[in-house]
């Protein structure tokens, strides 16, 4: 029987930081649980709340979670399903699509907080108050500095030398 890897087992930083994202992901989503939501469309919902008088295009949204538009869609379609969200065109342009968040999706994102709040403490007690604001620190420089538009193009088409045939 073979041991799970961990992150440390691994020079990999993406490997590493996708363990640990699936892991928080799950911890978060458990608290949750009880409002049927995860973490991940919390976050939407959280977010597209904020701009209540000009609610956010679906392009400023992606944006503003780090997120590609097919993501940001997978976690906007049961939000919409659910009726938390309606995507709604721009009144000076029909083709642009706001995220505007309901009232009952004003009343779940009240809901999922409180959860939300009881996980955050949880995991501050768990992990270390200083730690955690270390953490957040770091994990915020990476989504902020990391310029992905800085990648030469080659990159993604090149392999490497031992791999070529």
């Not at 977010?47 to 590609?68: C, F, Q, S, Y």
């Amino acid at each position: 029987m073979s041991t799970p890897a961990t992150p440390s087992s691994s020079p990999c930083s993406a490997a590493a930081l996708r363990m640990a994202t699936r892991r928080v992901s799950q911890f978060y989503d458990a608290y949750l649980a009880p409002e049927g939501l995860k973490i991940s469309q919390y976050s939407v919902l959280a977010i597209a709340a904020r701009r209540r008088e000009k609610p956010p295009t679906v392009n400023e949204l992606a944006e503003e979670l780090g997120m590609d538009r097919s993501t940001l869609g997978h976690n906007l379609r049961p939000l919409e399903r659910d009726g938390l969200i309606a995507l709604e065109s721009d009144a000076a342009d029909r083709r642009v699509r706001r995220v505007v968040v309901t009232e009952l999706g004003r009343d779940k994102k009240r809901a999922c907080r409180e959860l939300w709040s009881r996980a955050q403490s949880r995991f501050e007690e768990a992990f270390g108050s200083s730690r955690t604001a270390e953490l957040g620190s770091m994990l915020t420089v990476i989504a902020q500095e990391l310029d992905l538009r800085s990648m030469p193009l080659s990159v993604s088409h090149e392999r490497p030398d031992h791999v070529r045939s």
